[in-house]
C-alpha cells in the first residue's frame, strides 16, 4: 500500500488544500492529513476545531471515503510521522513560485533527515491557487462571500468565529 502525509496547518482547511488531496489520492493509496500545533506560529483555529473542520468537510461535505484518508494531529518532525505510518511521501502544495524557495528548501532538509521518504509537490488546479486561509479569513472577517473557497461547514465555523 503507497501511503503519503500531507502535512499543513489547515486554518482552515480551502478547495486549494482539497484540491491537492483529490491529486495525492490519484497516486496513493492512502493519505495521512496531518496538522499541527506548532507554537512558531500563531492559530486562528484551535488544533481541535481545525481537526473538526477538516474531518467534517472531507467526510460530511464531500464524502470522501474514510478507508482512503486519515485526519491527524502531530507535534513531531515530519519525517516521524512518515516512519510511524509507513508513508513513502510528503505531500506539499504549492500555488505560485513564491512558495517554492522555501518549500524546495524544507524537502532538501526532510530528505537530509530520511533519503527514503520523497517529496512531491502538486498544484492545485488554476482556478484554486488563488486560495490561501489568510485571504479567507480576511474576506470572512469583513463579511465577504467565502462559500467558493471553503466546504459549507469551514464557511460556518468561520463566520460563527467572526460573529
Keep these: 500500500m503507497k501511503v503519503a502525509v500531507y502535512p499543513g496547518t489547515f486554518d482552515p482547511i480551502t478547495y486549494g488544500h482539497i484540491d491537492v488531496i483529490k491529486k495525492a489520492l490519484?497516486?496513493?493509496?492512502k493519505l495521512i492529513v496531518a496538522t499541527t500545533d506548532n507554537t512558531?506560529?500563531?492559530?486562528?483555529?484551535s488544533l481541535e476545531e481545525r481537526l473538526d473542520?477538516?474531518?467534517?468537510?472531507?467526510?460530511?461535505?464531500?464524502?470522501?471515503?474514510?478507508k482512503k484518508i486519515k485526519v491527524i494531529s502531530f507535534n513531531d518532525l515530519t519525517i516521524d510521522l512518515c516512519k510511524r505510518y509507513n508513508a513513502s511521501?510528503?505531500?506539499r502544495g504549492l500555488r505560485a513560485v513564491s512558495d517554492f524557495e522555501y518549500e524546495f528548501q524544507l524537502a532538501g532538509m526532510n530528505k537530509k533527515l530520511n533519503a527514503n521518504i520523497e517529496t512531491m509537490f502538486?498544484?492545485?488546479?488554476?482556478?484554486?491557487q488563488?486560495?490561501?486561509?489568510?485571504?479567507v479569513k480576511e474576506i470572512a472577517n469583513l463579511r465577504g462571500d467565502i462559500n467558493r473557497?471553503?466546504?459549507?461547514?469551514?464557511s460556518k465555523m468561520l463566520k460563527n468565529k467572526y460573529l
Design 149 to 154: 473557497f471553503v466546504t459549507k461547514y469551514a
Design 122 to 128: 502538486l498544484m492545485s488546479d488554476v482556478e484554486n
Design 89 to 91: 511521501a510528503i505531500i
Design 40 to 45: 512558531d506560529k500563531e492559530y486562528f483555529f
Design 26 to 29: 490519484k497516486i496513493f493509496d
Design 130 to 135: 488563488i486560495i490561501s486561509s489568510k485571504f
Design 53 to 66: 473542520i477538516i474531518n467534517h468537510s472531507l467526510f460530511k461535505d464531500l464524502k470522501f471515503d474514510k
